[in-house]
């Protein structure tokens, strides 16, 4: 005889998310959802791969991500495809696609792929929740779009999560500033890190982002964009920033803050988790976008948005000790029966309709054997049927969190059942 094969895995770096734990993923976007409808988003749905372009020319070809991360491939017509590393490019894809009226606010849920190298908190699949609103340059909507976010984590039980904020400026000068820190490096390249000293040329912003000591050391003494934007740009950070004062939200000024896609323009943020290692402590991101639709064949149209991961939310949970659940997601009763009743099926269904979470065992198993099953199930009341209740047109019902063994069952007319625990479930 051959040997089995061995089973199959999940490919590295992703997961699979089980009960219970899923329910945790369930009450995130639930809260997530909820959240966005109150700030006026609605869902957006975008296909998983889409053309190539779409990141080469959203996300920018010398970005980390194009360059070393993108899971790109053929189809059988010879179309360049890529999976989505992230949400923003593909939603501004469709805003171009189907130019629905401004402001647009969409919200969504979705898998990113990126070639990562995987450790905690960094995975080649995860899950983003994100909001994006085009059609406006009003610093009001980045603080909302802010305050979204900032409210969301608040919402979930987080505490320890700073907001980090930055203007990148708009597109001139953004230029001149580049020009600035272009000759600044080109004086200190030999101190720094052996990556940048042949490569910053490519894309000197990167180095900021360097956590690297020497490449701090120097960064830290050289130009910064936030004090050489042009005066419009300066007006629209000191809005934001004035803004998110009033709404009561803490911030602070992170002038190397430079985000990892080249789409970026005026206000970027992140949202850095302390309880977290430093090295995947960002639970969120974003900023704004004013050149995306443009670059992507539309109409020039800015636009402002933030993704967050959800592992890492959860993560940040963990660290922090969080254990509230976000969602019940417990059984309310169990239903034991002996008697292979065809009507035990309806009562199951009635209660199942009447919006009761119900369970059964199946297989026509003992009675011992089910209401151990029932015991382990977490439900509130076990509902046993045997020959008896059968008989008598009734159902014991059962406490399965009472210590008391008197106290804990009463027989209930079989037509009354549904309301009894509709009754109950209201206490
Ligand atoms: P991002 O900063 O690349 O931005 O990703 C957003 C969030 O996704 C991060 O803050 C982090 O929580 C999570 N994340 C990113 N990469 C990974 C990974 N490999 N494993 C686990 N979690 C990860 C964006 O993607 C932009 N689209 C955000 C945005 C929206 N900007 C404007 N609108």
């Known amino acids: 005889m051959s040997e089995p094969l061995p089973p199959f895995q999940a490919p590295t770096g992703t997961h699979d998310v089980l009960g219970p734990d899923s329910a945790l993923w369930e009450g995130l976007v639930g809260t997530f959802a909820q959240r966005a409808y109150r700030y006026g988003f609605s869902l957006v749905m ?8 779409v990141f080469t020319r959203g996300i920018g070809e ?4 194009f360059r070393n991360e993108m899971y790109v491939f053929s189809d059988r017509g010879e179309r360049r495809y890529a999976l989505r590393p992230e949400g923003t490019a593909s939603v501004v894809r469709a805003f171009v696609q189907h130019q629905p009226t401004t402001p647009w606010k969409a919200w969504y849920v979705t898998p990113a792929f990126r070639y990562e190298r995987p450790q905690a908190g960094r995975y080649r699949q995860h899950y983003q929740l994100g909001a994006e609103v085009l059609g406006t340059e009003d610093p009001t909507v980045d603080v909302e779009v802010i305050a979204l976010a900032h409210g969301f984590f608040r ?7 700073r907001l980090l904020v930055n203007s990148m400026g708009h597109t001139a000068c953004r230029a001149s500033y580049v020009e600035l820190l272009s000759e600044y490096l080109a004086e200190h390249q030999d101190e720094l890190v052996d990556e940048h000293r042949e490569g910053w040329r490519l894309n000197p912003l990167r180095v900021l982002d360097c956590k690297n000591e020497s490449c701090v050391a120097v960064t830290a003494k050289g130009p910064m964009l936030v004090d050489h934007l042009c005066a419009e740009c300066r007006d629209h950070f000191d809005q934001v920033l004035a803004g998110l004062s009033a709404l009561g939200i803490e911030s602070t000024l992170a002038p190397r803050l430079v985000r990892g896609f080249d789409y970026y323009s005026r206000t970027t943020f992140e949202f850095v988790a302390d309880a977290l290692d430093a090295a995947q402590n960002a639970v969120g991101g974003g900023g704004r976008y004013d050149t995306l ?4 064949g539309g109409k020039p149209t800015s636009g402002i948005g933030f993704g967050s991961g959800v592992e890492r939310v959860l993560l ?3 660290a922090e000790g969080i254990v509230t659940p976000l969602l019940k997601r417990s059984l309310d ?3 034991v029966d002996t008697t292979g ?13 009447a919006g009761v979470a119900t369970e059964r065992a199946y297989d026509q198993r003992s009675m011992k054997a089910q209401m151990k099953v029932a015991d382990k199930s977490g439900a509130r009341w076990a509902l046993l049927i045997g020959p008896e209740e059968l008989a008598a047109g009734e159902v014991t019902m059962k406490d399965l969190r009472s210590e008391d063994f008197n106290q804990a069952q009463s027989r209930v007319a079989r037509s009354e059942i549904v309301s009894t625990v509709q009754e109950l479930l209201t206490k």
């Open 316 to 318: 940040a949970r963990a």
């Open 155 to 161: 919402e979930i039980g987080l505490t320890r999560v």
């Open 62 to 65: 010398e970005s980390d991500v």
């Open 46 to 53: 975008t296909p998983i791969f889409e053309d190539v372009g």
């Open 333 to 335: 009763v169990f239903v």
């Open 293 to 296: 639709a443009e670059q992507l």
């Open 341 to 353: 009743d065809v009507g035990v099926a309806r009562l199951v269904e009635d209660l199942r309709s």
